[in-house]
């Protein structure tokens, strides 16, 4: 399945699927081999595996294995520094894709309750009238009271 819910076809390629073995992946990311050895023993870019224990590694793969190698290289920062600058962004990314759900959820939790409201509102009586504030004058009303007549 996809982001949006549609089933993906099984033989479609995308940025994930593990297709490069580890020569290719070291030519296409310009690093030896024993580098991205070194970098899967280490956790900073793992591999899917083939049921031969071969590492097969996808185009996403790669991307971060030239980040890794940016960062080492031109950053001047340290494989444990690398490491953990990876796991803070996947936890980001993790953190912004739950944040996406919330704000779904809690749009259709509001579209739910728009729509019970006018389902109240719709409910209610025609038959009854609406107040209208009384109009204040100046005008002066007498009071009489009736006289009781007797019974003689």
Same mark, same amino acid.
């Given at each position: 399945?996809?982001?949006?819910? $549609?089933?993906?076809?099984?033989?479609?390629l995308? +940025?994930?699927?593990?297709?490069?073995?580890? &020569?290719?992946? =070291?030519? !296409?990311?310009?690093?030896?081999?024993?580098?991205?050895?070194?970098?899967d023993?280490?956790? !900073?870019? &793992?591999?899917? %595996?083939? =049921?031969?224990?071969?590492?097969?590694?996808?185009?996403?793969?790669?991307?971060?294995?030239?980040?890794?190698?940016q960062? &080492?290289?031109?950053?001047?920062?340290?494989?444990?520094?690398?490491?953990?600058?990876?796991?803070?962004?996947?936890? *980001?990314?993790?953190?912004?894709?739950?944040?996406? +759900?919330?704000?779904?959820?809690? +749009?259709?939790?509001?579209?739910?309750?728009?729509?019970? +409201?006018?389902a109240?509102?719709?409910?209610?009586? $025609?038959? !009854?009238?609406?107040?209208?504030?009384?109009?204040?004058? &100046?005008? !002066?009303? *007498?009071? %009489?009271?009736?006289?009781?007549?007797?019974?003689?």
């Amino acid at each position: 399945m996809d982001a949006h819910g $549609r089933r993906r076809n099984p033989y479609e390629l995308t +940025e994930e699927t593990p297709v490069y073995v580890i &020569s290719v992946a =070291a030519q !296409l990311s310009g690093l030896h081999p024993q580098t991205l050895r070194q970098y899967d023993r280490l956790g !900073l870019v &793992s591999p899917d %595996r083939t =049921a031969g224990r071969g590492r097969r590694y996808s185009a996403r793969d790669i991307e971060l294995l030239r980040q890794v190698q940016q960062l &080492s290289q031109d950053e001047g920062i340290n494989l444990a520094g690398i490491k953990r600058i990876i796991e803070l962004e996947n936890q *980001v990314a993790a953190l912004q894709s739950r944040v996406a +759900e919330l704000q779904s959820a809690l +749009e259709g939790a509001a579209a739910a309750m728009q729509q019970r +409201e006018a389902a109240v509102h719709a409910s209610y009586r $025609r038959d !009854l009238v609406p107040y209208q504030e009384v109009q204040h004058t &100046s005008a !002066l009303v *007498v009071w %009489r009271p009736k006289r009781q007549q007797s019974a003689d």
